[in-house]
């Protein structure tokens, strides 16, 4: 199997199909056993995707005619080709030896030649990558750049260049199986640097390693989880006996924490049935139990009979992006038309869900947007219309007047997250 002919497909899927790179790329990784090809095929898919403006620009420089239709394939192998001449210590003739051979892999043998000559002509010329508008400067969209740039005047430089960065691996203890300095100890003596986190189970690895080397990990002693997500568990802060609503809850990270923190009766809903298998794994691993309920949580009462919510977390589909640096093809399947379709979406589930809220209930909006649309200014809407909520400060919010919590990326070395806790009049 040659990894460049994978990876041309698999960011073929993203581009050209829309589909989203964490499905596209273990459709490719499949068909290789070993664990570095598979890392060197997500570094090439995820390279291109965070360079992808520049390379798109130098490759179609370097053509006479765009590729089309099923040769297109072609170009995304050439920008694959080009990642590795600017961006890895690949050697250079390796590189273009073998992208070229991902040409033949893909059953384009006429073209061999044309991609061999392609790679070899930008190696020669080696022209500086173009930087002539932000977008190119940035490897942005114009769009998330201009948004960016409203909202954070100050910020947004910082936001796109966190945005770049590879990202740390974080755990989340399971503390019903140990403490989380036992857990730190058994990482040291299995030689996996790593420290505490700033919410009560997190651990920030030093380097990403593979979940087969975590002591326990098969049998639930810990959870991958990032930083800033580990914290909506510990915001809602669930209570002995209560029932607790995750209407958005796939893949089911946050619902397995509400589980470890207290002996809930746990309701998990999504609209996605494919990604609500992800739960049930969860759960399973974990040892927890829930009710897990395919549904929409914009319409509660089609599929729950039962009570009110003593809470409930709303971790709402979102424009997830505070997380580019995990999935920069977000950048490029999410357009700017999109935002005000999300937010109608949220503001929707979250009326719902208000009503199915106890009096003196609590519940907590969530995002990984840095988006004000889907964040403060949702909240400050849904505040505006609903006369009995009321906005909980968080004590880790810098300014306690601000409308929720936003974490941006790289902060604490966190994802981008946003949180409100809104509480229920008692009658
Ligand atoms: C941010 S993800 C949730 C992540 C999850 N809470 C976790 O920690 O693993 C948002 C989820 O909302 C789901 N969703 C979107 N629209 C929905 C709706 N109307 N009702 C229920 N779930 C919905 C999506 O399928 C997606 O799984």
């Given amino acids: 199997m040659n990894i460049r002919a994978l990876a041309a497909k698999a960011i073929f899927d993203v581009l050209e199909r829309g589909v989203s790179l964490s499905v596209a790329l273990p459709t490719q990784q499949q068909f290789l056993r070993d664990g570095k090809d598979k890392a060197l095929l997500a570094e090439l898919c995820y390279g291109v995707m965070r360079q992808l403006p520049q390379l798109d620009k130098l490759v179609s420089g370097f053509m006479e005619?765009?590729?089309?239709?099923?040769?297109?394939?072609?170009?995304q192998l050439l920008l694959i080709g080009a990642y590795q001449l600017y961006f890895t210590r690949v050697p250079a003739h390796a590189a273009i030896s073998e992208t070229a051979e991902g040409c033949r892999a893909l059953r384009f043998e006429n073209l061999v030649k044309v991609v061999n000559g392609v790679l070899r002509n930008?190696?020669?010329?080696?022209?500086?990558?173009?930087?002539?508008?932000?977008?190119?400067?940035?490897?942005?969209?114009?769009?998330?750049?201009?948004?960016?740039?409203?909202?954070?005047?100050?910020?947004?430089?910082?936001?796109?260049?966190?945005?770049?960065?590879?990202?740390?691996?974080?755990?989340?203890?399971?503390?019903?199986?140990?403490?989380?300095?036992?857990y730190l100890g058994a990482l040291a003596e299995a030689e996996i640097a790593a420290s505490a986190?700033?919410?009560?189970?997190?651990?920030?690895?030093?380097s990403p390693t593979d979940v087969s080397r975590l002591p326990g990990f098969a049998d639930g002693s810990s959870s991958v989880q990032d930083g800033?997500?580990?914290?909506?568990?510990?915001?809602?802060?669930?209570?002995?006996?209560?029932?607790v609503?995750?209407?958005?809850?796939?893949?089911?990270?946050?619902?397995?924490?509400?589980?470890?923190?207290?002996?809930?009766?746990?309701?998990?809903?999504?609209?996605?049935?494919k990604r609500l298998e992800r739960v049930s794994q969860n759960l399973e691993r974990l040892k927890l139990t829930a009710k897990v309920i395919h549904g929409d949580a914009g319409n509660i009462g089609s599929w729950w009979q039962g009570d009110k919510f003593d809470r409930i977390?709303?971790?709402?589909?979102?424009?997830?992006?505070?997380?580019?640096?995990?999935?920069p093809d977000i950048?490029?399947?999410?357009?700017?038309?999109?935002i005000g379709e999300l937010a109608k979406l949220q503001q929707q589930i979250l009326d719902n869900c208000w009503q199915w809220l106890k009096p003196g209930g609590t519940l907590l909006y969530a995002t990984c947007s840095v988006l004000p649309d889907e964040n403060r200014e949702q909240i400050a809407a849904f505040l505006e219309r609903t006369p009995d909520a009321t906005l909980e400060a968080l004590p880790q919010?810098?300014?306690?007047?601000?409308?929720?919590?936003?974490?941006?990326?790289?902060q604490d070395g966190m994802d981008g997250f946003y949180y409100a806790r809104l509480k229920k009049a008692l009658l």
Wanted: proline share 7%.
């Fill in 197 to 206: 986190g700033s919410s009560d189970d997190a651990i920030k690895l030093e």
């Fill in 122 to 182: 930008i190696q020669r010329q080696h022209p500086a990558l173009d930087e002539s508008n932000d977008t190119l400067k940035y490897n942005f969209p114009a769009w998330i750049i201009r948004r960016l740039k409203d909202a954070y005047p100050d910020d947004w430089q910082a936001i796109i260049d966190a945005s770049h960065q590879r990202p740390p691996m974080w755990l989340r203890n399971n503390r019903r199986v140990q403490s989380r300095d036992a």
């Fill in 331 to 338: 950048k490029w399947l999410r357009q700017n038309n999109d």
């Fill in 65 to 75: 005619k765009p590729f089309k239709g099923k040769q297109r394939v072609l170009h």
């Fill in 397 to 410: 919010q810098a300014d306690p007047a601000a409308v929720g919590w936003q974490i941006l990326p790289g």
């Fill in 313 to 327: 977390l709303l971790d709402a589909p979102c424009s997830a992006t505070g997380v580019i640096r995990r999935h």
């Fill in 228 to 243: 800033a997500a580990q914290w909506a568990a510990t915001l809602l802060d669930p209570q002995h006996g209560e029932l």
């Fill in 245 to 273: 609503l995750d209407a958005c809850a796939a893949p089911g990270g946050k619902s397995c924490h509400l589980l470890e923190l207290a002996d809930i009766e746990l309701v998990a809903v999504d609209f996605d049935e």
